[in-house]
């Protein structure tokens, strides 16, 4: 049983905003949604992460739903570099970071 | 320093060999991952050691065999494996199991192939 939801490939416009969106319905309130993302042919990276309020940094934004059972990883000009598998992970108490099936983003030119 | 170095980059070893993966971390941190990724599949977790304890092992047959030395070093060591094994083993560390706050650090990974 999945921890998280998302769809499976999502297309974007090169420097156009992307919103990728997480279903966590059964989310907990002492877990942290995680996003980290993988390239090909390179291992994951980490994002952005949150518990309750939306978050920035310096890739992305993190928006989260107020009953916390979504959400969504922004990502404000996407560039040709950006194309990858996104990964929402929820890392609870027992920190196993499991990986769900991740949103493969395509960015056209 | 905040890379997690996995050695080698590419191993080919037969089903009778005993091999060894070996991943690094010097930025203290004191919970380690193993991971193993097929092509086009997200990566599965395998075994976590928290303090240099193993703390989950995710019912990965004895055939894969972890290990880890010290604070700084995990390694996974590999014996009869079978041609399904063959995938992208992927190492990661983070400050300590449960700080969930924090961001985890992954290698580039080990690609194995059993012939």
């Known amino acids: 049983d999945a921890k998280t939801t998302q769809p499976n490939s999502m297309e974007s416009n090169e420097e156009e905003p992307v919103h990728l969106p997480c279903n966590h319905s059964t989310i907990s309130g002492t877990d942290y949604i995680h996003w980290y993302r993988q390239l090909p042919s390179q291992g994951p990276e980490y994002v952005i992460h949150?518990?309750?309020s939306n978050v920035n940094n310096r890739m992305a934004s993190l928006a989260i739903a107020e009953d916390r059972k979504s959400s969504t990883l922004i990502l404000h000009r996407a560039t040709l570099r950006d194309a990858a598998v996104y990964y929402c992970i929820l890392r609870d108490v027992m920190d196993d970071m499991r990986f769900g099936a991740g949103t493969r983003l395509t960015v056209k030119p | 320093d905040t890379e997690v170095t996995q050695t080698p980059k590419h191993l080919v070893m037969g089903m009778t060999n005993k091999k060894s993966l070996k991943c690094e971390q010097h930025?203290?941190?004191?919970?380690m991952y193993w991971y193993k990724q097929k092509a086009k599949k997200p990566p599965e977790l395998m075994f976590v050691?928290?303090?240099?304890?193993?703390?989950i092992n995710e019912s990965v047959p004895s055939r894969f065999s972890p290990e880890c030395p010290n604070s700084s070093l995990l390694n996974l060591h590999l014996h009869a494996l079978q041609p399904e094994d063959s995938a992208l083993y992927l190492c990661a560390s983070s400050p300590r199991q449960g700080a969930l706050g924090t961001e985890a650090f992954f290698g580039q990974g080990t690609r194995l192939t059993v012939v």
């Open positions: 949150g518990l309750t």
């Open positions: 930025m203290g941190h004191r919970a």
């Open positions: 050691y928290s303090y240099e304890k193993l703390s």
